[in-house]
């Protein structure tokens, strides 16, 4: 399981500076963003190697109090395996299935169309539903190109260490 970092600030707009800063500074990847019930508190939980998530909490922390609206900051470096199941930090909640699915008959019934300006406006439940569904896909499928980027560096790094070791002798 990866290291979890976590950075709560006063205010969306200053949650988004912070995840921001954090994923410029280090190689971490945000797993949420979670907006509490009170006083405007929001909570980056940013995932990724123990190093990294520090680097990347340091920054956080630091611009959030450069806003004067940090509430608090923590890094766990090694959490347990059962801690995915309370919070989202790995790919427990990306396989927890999707809300109830909806037939095309009660999804057509659910939609609200309006139109403004020639533009129209869909809102519906099942349009949400069915994009939740869709990002564990689209995670699955990053996860697999930076696990390829990974593997062409490492052996990349393997053929240059045996060249050198060649070129020594």
Do not use: C
């Not at 190689?27 to 907006?35: L, Q, Y």
């Not at 900051?73 to 919070?87: C, L, N, S």
């Not at 869909?122 to 990974?150: H, L, R, W």
């Amino acid at each position: 399981m990866k290291s979890l970092g976590l950075v709560e600030v006063i205010g969306l707009t200053n949650a988004i500076f912070v995840a921001d800063a954090m994923v410029k500074t280090a190689n971490v990847e945000v797993g949420d963003v979670e907006i509490t019930r009170g006083f405007g508190y929001v909570t980056v939980k940013v995932l990724g190697d123990v190093g990294a998530v520090n680097a990347a909490v340091s920054a956080g922390k630091s611009v959030a109090m450069d806003l004067n609206k940090l509430v608090s900051a923590k890094v766990i470096a090694r959490p347990h395996g059962d801690t995915d199941k309370v919070f989202l930090i790995d790919e427990a909640k990306n396989k927890k299935p999707a809300n109830k699915k909806v037939s095309s008959k009660n999804r057509a019934a659910k939609t609200k169309t309006t139109k403004t300006n020639g533009r129209k406006n869909v809102n519906s439940k099942a349009e949400v539903v069915n994009k939740k569904a869709e990002e564990p896909k689209k995670v699955e499928k990053i996860e697999q190109k930076v696990e390829n980027i990974d593997n062409k560096k490492e052996t990349k790094a393997v053929a240059k260490v045996s060249q050198n070791s060649n070129s020594q002798k």
